[in-house]
């Protein structure tokens, strides 16, 4: 199996923040704390783009790099977890991390910010996995439940996918190849009625650039 | 005598000097996910512990949540 990963088409995402829901509902994430968030680019420009953004889990995780009391740990699916038990709070990775996943809550052992939590992929912690313990620190662990992440799996859209890299990319892939751009994108001519757009099954041009 | 003792610390100091390893590195505690949580809440379709199955399984999860064109065309 490949690393797992998380992949958000832009040209999907409606902004329904229903990934963002998904997970805090799912893991009980503490009031101002969100693992996920949905950022808008250009918004309220035609054309504006959304995507739907957590712990992208980096193959050479900067917040790993300069945790000083080694807490991250990856599992063998490459997924970046983190022990609660030994984190103190520094929020050095926050700092570290391009995609702004780790998160503090306000109420903790230390005081003002508590111990860092962010998205682990519905893969829970190094507690017993299903286990009451790593519910309260980290979540439910649905990949032991041989399910995939809860905020791709509540997708509407399926703007978001999860799971195994090579199968996310291959779904990706087909999408961008079938789909067309600009009017041309599956469904567009459903929803707005455009003469020029193509409906589902047209394929582009032969030599046109998707 | 000196210079041999000398020499001698150099390597043992140099010898402190490395790289940390940068392998992928599971933490022992933490079990891996296809040995399931042995409650009634996983999935049914893979056994619990086969690596194999929990994989096979995922990948087929994976194709058939999200992958639309397949599902609909």
């Known amino acids: ?210 | 005598m000196k210079s041999i003792m000398f020499a001698a610390a150099l390597v043992a100091g140099l010898a402190a000097c490395g790289e940390k390893p940068q392998t992928n590195e599971t933490s022992k505690n933490d079990s891996p996910a296809f040995n399931g949580t042995g409650k009634a809440y996983a999935n049914q379709d893979w056994k619990q512990g086969d690596k194999a199955s929990w994989e096979s399984h995922l990948k087929a999860r994976g194709q058939y949540g999200q992958n639309d064109y397949t599902r609909m065309n």
């Not at chain 1, 998904?22 to 893991?27: F, I």
């Not at chain 1, 992929?121 to 041989?146: D, I, M, T, V």
């Not at chain 1, 799996?153 to 978001?160: D, G, I, P, Q």
């Open chain 1, 1 to 210: 199996m490949a690393r797992m990963k998380f992949v958000c088409d832009a040209e999907r995402c409606i902004e329904c923040n229903g990934c963002v829901t998904a997970c805090k509902n799912e893991h009980e994430v503490p009031w101002g704390v969100n693992r996920r968030r949905v950022v808008t680019l250009n918004d309220g420009v035609p054309g504006e783009k959304s995507i739907s953004v957590a712990c992208m889990h980096c193959s050479d995780a900067p917040c790993m790099a300069v945790c000083p009391v080694n807490c991250f740990y990856r599992t063998d699916e490459g997924v970046v977890l983190h022990d609660k038990d030994v984190c103190i709070g520094c929020g050095y990775c926050s700092y570290a991390c391009p995609f702004g996943a780790p998160q503090f809550p306000s109420q903790g052992t230390f005081g003002v910010r508590g111990k860092m939590d962010k998205c682990t992929f519905c893969a829970g912690g190094p507690e017993a996995s299903g286990s009451q313990a790593e519910f309260e620190k980290y979540g439910r662990n649905r990949l032991a439940e041989g399910k995939l992440p809860a905020c791709a799996e509540m997708c509407s859209t399926k703007a978001l996918l999860a799971g195994d890299g090579d199968v996310v990319s291959d779904i990706l892939r087909n999408r961008v190849l079938r789909r067309g751009k600009g009017a041309e994108v599956w469904g567009w001519g459903t929803a707005y009625g455009s003469k020029q757009a193509g409906q589902p099954g047209v394929t582009a041009p032969e030599g046109a650039k998707s």
